[in-house]
């Protein structure tokens, strides 16, 4: 199975920061991946597909960008809404898998 | 707009059956994708499950081996979850989601517990 690295698991940061994500596969997986955001008690919602593209809806200060097999969504300016669980899932093999999860809170 | 909504028992017994019906709404499952279960576990760690296809194949997640199974009715528009011999450690919040992810039930805990 592809393995999804996602790192930081805990990410403290204050409103207006610049914060960035990362899932390293490993594998290739070309730009199979998804960005997901949870917030508690919600189903997740896709932020980001084909590793770049926003999906329907999704802010501007998101975006997601790669670099060899290190995949990162970055928040250019973080707001209050934008605390929650991110996760990022590979579909370009099955089983498709998830990363660990990274919990964006307040500083 | 795609609406999926997820049903079923929240409570199961070890070495029984888990059965979850998803019911589409806003969209004809045998027009097009893929139709998925996901689910997440008390630690949070996320895991696909497998899908039906829109044409009716699937595709499961060999970590389940051979205790899932996931069907269809066209006619009602809804998918269906089957995971057999369930443990403690199928326990989890699951979730249907379709159209490549874009849409997501609202999810349902299933305990496993006697």
């Known amino acids: 199975d592809i393995q999804m690295t996602q790192s930081p698991s805990s990410l403290p940061a204050s409103l207006g920061d610049r914060v960035t994500i990362t899932c390293r596969a490993s594998q290739d997986i070309g730009n199979y991946l998804r960005w997901f955001q949870q917030k508690p008690g919600k189903s997740p919602r896709l932020m980001i597909y084909?590793?770049?593209n926003l999906a329907a809806g999704v802010p501007s200060r998101f975006s997601g960008s790669r670099s060899g097999s290190d995949y990162s969504l970055t928040i250019s300016s973080l707001e209050s809404e934008d605390m929650a669980d991110y996760y990022c899932l590979q579909s370009k093999e099955s089983p498709w898998t998830f990363g660990g999860g990274t919990k964006l809170e307040l500083k | 707009e795609i609406q999926l909504q997820e049903s079923g028992p929240g409570l199961v017994k070890p070495s029984q059956s888990l059965s979850l019906t998803c019911s589409v709404t806003g969209y004809t499952i045998t027009s097009g994708y893929d139709w998925s279960w996901i689910r997440k576990f008390p630690g949070n760690k996320m895991e696909w499950m497998g899908y039906i296809s829109y044409s009716g194949s699937t595709n499961y997640n060999p970590s389940l081996k051979s205790r899932i199974s996931i069907t269809r009715d066209t006619s009602k528009n809804q998918f269906f979850l089957q995971l057999n011999s369930v443990t403690t450690e199928d326990t989890a919040t699951y979730y249907c989601a379709g159209r490549w992810f874009a849409y997501w039930g609202q999810g349902t805990l299933v305990t496993v517990s006697s």
């Open positions: 084909g590793a770049t």
